[in-house]
């Protein structure tokens, strides 16, 4: 009888895994995040599974860009594919004009407690098309300015907040970069990447600079329409001015532009605000050898402007395989709960989307994404455009013409007409 009672025993508690494991929903999520992204994506993706016990996430990582968004593509048109994903919000276009995208509904979003004054208005106009939601905001990414304290303040560059000073305006920038140059061990004021494999680095200060100057790279189906096409061969040629000078050196490739930085050979530094933990952790181990920080750029122009970019929640609208109501559910809880636990993806150096998190006492302390935060609310995003975005014809026009500009090898003029030329075959 014992022997019977503990096989009965046996069994119930066998069953009862059983149901368990059925009880659990299982949500199948597709990114592109690598390195210290990725890492800290699996960590909050584990924290929400240790808070919602019912919700399962079965994760893969997959190669960024092109690659990316080609598999998203194909495998919703043939109704597979992830329940949810993330984005970049430059993307969305592309995705809904592809029918790749499954909008969201106000009803979905307040299930989750979350709405438009949760978020950054330009983030939250980037996150429609058509006048609907594609995506959920995760964070906003853009380039900011690096810059070498001990050689700041060598030059009088350097306020006693520890913030850079006289930097605002086209000529106090080029001045304090000049002066850096060649000064106090530094051998450039300087650096940028604006070499090879790419020109995404380049199309984001350009960007910026046209920004500034109240620029639009396009409007409607015309690239760099009337007075937009002197705005933006400003733009390019201060970049080229910049390098022509000896102020910032020629083809610099990414890693080259961080390391000139961060071994003190160049006194400032424009990148994004993915190297932030790269800086952090090479001043913790004591190989930086100076005091740095973090600024959003400078005003050059009339007005203060910077490109960005979000990474995103979206869910493709698989063909025939549409998400359930139970799914989605589980999607809109994810989607949540990272927003609103957002605080550690921060530590990536990116500006959270949900503004509760921004602005809470225990981001204000994080230093140095605090200094820069408020470009979240003067950040323009790429055009909304299938041409426009990450890994698009916009960035390979970057490469093609602005890169060689930059660099000397085209005059800028002659690089920005043939960036709008070839945009505007790429919309017909």
Known sequence: MKHLTRVAASALAMLALATSAEAKTQVVWWDFLAGGDGVRMKGLIQAFEKDNPDIEIQATTLEWGVPFYTKVQTSAAIGQGPDIMTYHLSRLPLGVSTGTLRPFSDEE????????????????????????????????????????????????????????????????????????????????????????PDGGSVWRIFYTLLNQQGGTFMSGDKVLDGDNLGKAETALGTMADWVAQGWSPKNTTYASSIALFTSGKAAMHI????????????????????????????????????????????????????????????????????????????????????RPVTESPAFEGMKPNADYATLAKTAVFDPKSTVAGVASPAYEAATNFMEPAVNGQLDSKSAIAQTRDEIQNALQ
Request: net charge neutral; charged share 20%.
């Open 109 to 196: 979003l307040k299930s989750v407690g979350l709405g438009q004054s949760d978020y950054f208005g330009s983030d939250w106009d980037a996150a429609h098309v058509d006048g609907k939601l594609y995506a959920v905001p995760l964070d906003i990414h853009s380039i900011i300015l690096y810059y070498n304290k001990d050689l700041l303040k060598k030059a009088g560059l350097l306020g006693d907040d520890g913030k850079p000073k006289g930097l605002d305006g086209l000529t106090n920038f080029n001045a304090a970069i000049k002066k850096l140059s060649g000064a106090n061990g530094a051998q450039y004021g300087l650096s940028i990447h604006n070499g090879l």
């Open 271 to 354: 990148n994004g605000v993915w190297e932030v933990p790269t800086m952090i952790d090479l001043a913790k181990s004591n190989k930086l050898g100076f005091e740095w920080g973090a600024i959003q750029i400078p005003t050059l122009f009339a007005h203060q402007a910077t490109w960005a970019d979000s990474h995103a929640f979206a869910v493709p609208a698989r063909k025939g395989n549409e998400i359930s109501p139970e799914k989605m559910k589980a999607v809109m809880t994810i989607a949540s709960w990272i927003d609103k636990h957002s605080l550690a993806w921060a530590e990536a150096g990116h500006i959270p989307a949900y």
